[in-house]
Nanobody
Framework: QVQVVESGGGLVQSGGSLRLSCAAS????????MAWYRQAPGKQRELVAN???????NYADSVKARFTISRDNAKNTVFLQMDSLKPEDTAVYYC?????????WGQGTQVTVSS
């Protein structure tokens, strides 16, 4: 079983920054893709960004140039640096780790951006 734990959410003013962390219970090399999703009240869960073992990244258009996904293989941790935050970024943010055997989700961390 793989454990995935997010941290780093909170309340921030518009234009501020937050850094989310996602710690996995096994080596990141065992995953085929690592991603951050978010779900706002009344909306579907959406992909924010992902990163693959070769370092390639992909971002939702709404967060390009503001968010950065990265990883620390030694700490089995994936990060999401969020800058220039907007009220519409308010959501529960979830970490997802994908293996061929299936997907593993964290419990989510709340990010609230006040205007």
């Amino acid at each position: 079983q793989v454990q995935v734990v997010e941290s780093g959410g909170g309340l921030v003013q518009s234009g501020g920054s937050l850094r989310l962390s996602c710690a996995a219970s096994r080596s990141l090399s065992s995953f085929i893709v690592m991603a951050w999703y978010r779900q706002a009240p009344g909306k579907q869960r959406e992909l924010v960004a992902n990163i693959r073992p070769d370092g390639s990244t992909n971002y939702a258009d709404s967060v390009k140039a503001r968010f950065t996904i990265s990883r620390d293989n030694a700490k089995n941790t994936v990060f999401l640096q969020m800058d220039s935050l907007k009220p519409e970024d308010t959501a529960v943010y979830y970490c997802n780790m994908r293996r061929f055997a299936g997907d593993y989700w964290g419990q989510g961390t709340q990010v609230t951006v006040s205007s």
